[in-house]
């Protein structure tokens, strides 16, 4: 059974910093393009940042660009999300996706809350 599990999530400050995990269970990785996404209350799903299985590039979206730094650590089998400098707009659920091909797997996501 394949498993994403985030975690890291929690109420931070402006300003403060916070790094999520996504661990996988029964995949590995390596083979997957990594994607982290967010959905704040009443809005889409939206795509924050991703990163390549072929040739570890990555992505941000513009609002994120600067301080947030995905990453993976595939001894592990896991991705993280580090995110610095945090805003009340970057408040939402953080979710993982694994995609391979036509597979994708989703996470539960992790709630982070930014305010002061």
């Known amino acids: 059974q394949v498993q994403l599990v985030e975690s890291g999530g929690g109420l931070v400050q402006p300003g403060g910093s916070l790094r999520l995990s996504c661990a996988a269970s029964?995949?590995?990785?390596?083979?997957?393009?990594i994607g982290w996404f967010r959905q704040a209350p009443g809005k889409e799903r939206e795509g924050v940042s991703c990163i390549s299985s072929s040739d570890g590039s990555t992505y941000y979206a513009d609002s994120v660009k600067g301080r947030f730094t995905i990453s993976r650590d595939n001894a592990k089998n896991t991705v993280y999300l580090q995110m610095n400098s945090l805003k009340p707009e970057d408040t939402a659920v953080y979710y993982c996706r694994a995609l391979r091909g036509g597979t994708i797997y989703w996470g539960q996501g992790t709630q982070v809350t930014v305010s002061s």
């Open positions: 029964g995949v590995t990785l390596d083979y997957y393009d």
